[in-house]
C-alpha cells in the first residue's frame, strides 16, 4: 500500500536550519507530484510546496518562497525539504503528501513537527 | 495567497445531513474544478474525501458528497454517524499554488 513517513523534525533556534525527508513506497514515486504541507499547533492546514513529479518545476507558498526549497531524488524515493532562516511562526507539523494528479493530497505522512524556539 | 472562507463549526443530529461551505475567488474556488475535501480526526493526518469538486476516492462512503456553484464549493455529509465528528478542510487549486480553507469542526449532537 502507498506509505509516506516524514522525518528530520526537531527544535532548531531561530534562524537556523533544518532538512525534513519523505520516503515514500508503494507506488512509482517518480510517476506523482509531491506536496509539503503544514499546520501550526491548534491552527489549519497550509500549504507549503510543490515539486513536479521529474523535478522540473517547483512551487512556493508566498510565506516560505526564498527560505524553503523543495526536492526530490526519485532514485532514492524520497522528497525533501531545505529550510532556511526559520522563524518562529515556522512552528507546524510538516506533512508530505502526494498529488493524485487531480491537484488533491492523497495520501499524507504522519507528519513531523518542526519547532523553532531559542 | 488569502485562506478560502469556512464556517468554523457546523453540527448535526444523528441521522440528520449537514452542508459544509467553503467560499473563494474567481481565481480558486471559482477558477478551476479541482476543489477537494478533507477529513481529519484529532493529532491524525488528514484523509481526502472529495476530489476534482465532487468524485469520491474509493473507500469513501457515498454518505459524502461535494459540489460547486460560482466562487462557493460545498460538502454535504447525509446520515451523520458519530464517527463523522472531525474537521474538515477544503482545498482549491489556485494556478501554480493550492489554498486551504481555515477549517470546520463538525459536531454530531
Known amino acids: 500500500q502507498v506509505q509516506l513517513v516524514e522525518s528530520g523534525g526537531g527544535v532548531v533556534q531561530p534562524g537556523g536550519s533544518l532538512r525534513l525527508s519523505c520516503a515514500a513506497s508503494g507506488f512509482t514515486f517518480s510517476s506523482y507530484g509531491m506536496h509539503w504541507v503544514r499546520q501550526a499547533p491548534g491552527k489549519g492546514l497550509e500549504w507549503v510546496a510543490f515539486i513536479r513529479y521529474d523535478g522540473s518545476n517547483k512551487y512556493y507558498a508566498d510565506s516560505v518562497k526564498g527560505r524553503f526549497t523543495i526536492s526530490r531524488d526519485n532514485s532514492k524515493n524520497t522528497l525533501y525539504l531545505q529550510m532556511n532562516s526559520l522563524r518562529a511562526e515556522d512552528t507546524a507539523v510538516y506533512y508530505c503528501a502526494k498529488d493524485r494528479g487531480t491537484n488533491s493530497f492523497d495520501p499524507w505522512g504522519q507528519g513531523t513537527l518542526v519547532t523553532v524556539s531559542s | 495567497q488569502s485562506a478560502l472562507t469556512q464556517p468554523p463549526s457546523a453540527s448535526g443530529s444523528p441521522g440528520q445531513s449537514v452542508t459544509i461551505s467553503c467560499t473563494g475567488t474567481?481565481?480558486?474556488?471559482?477558477?478551476?474544478?479541482?476543489v477537494s475535501w478533507y477529513q481529519q480526526y484529532p493529532g491524525k493526518a488528514p484523509k481526502l474525501m472529495i476530489y476534482?469538486?465532487?468524485k469520491r476516492p474509493s473507500g469513501v462512503p457515498d454518505r459524502f458528497s461535494g459540489s460547486k456553484s460560482g466562487n462557493t464549493a460545498s460538502l454535504t455529509v447525509s446520515g451523520l454517524q458519530a464517527e463523522d465528528e472531525a474537521d474538515y478542510y477544503c482545498?482549491?487549486?489556485?494556478?501554480?499554488?493550492?489554498?486551504f480553507g481555515g477549517g470546520t469542526k463538525l459536531t454530531v449532537l
Open positions: 476534482e469538486v465532487s
Open positions: 482545498s482549491s487549486y489556485a494556478g501554480s499554488l493550492w489554498v
Open positions: 474567481s481565481s480558486d474556488v471559482g477558477g478551476y474544478n479541482y
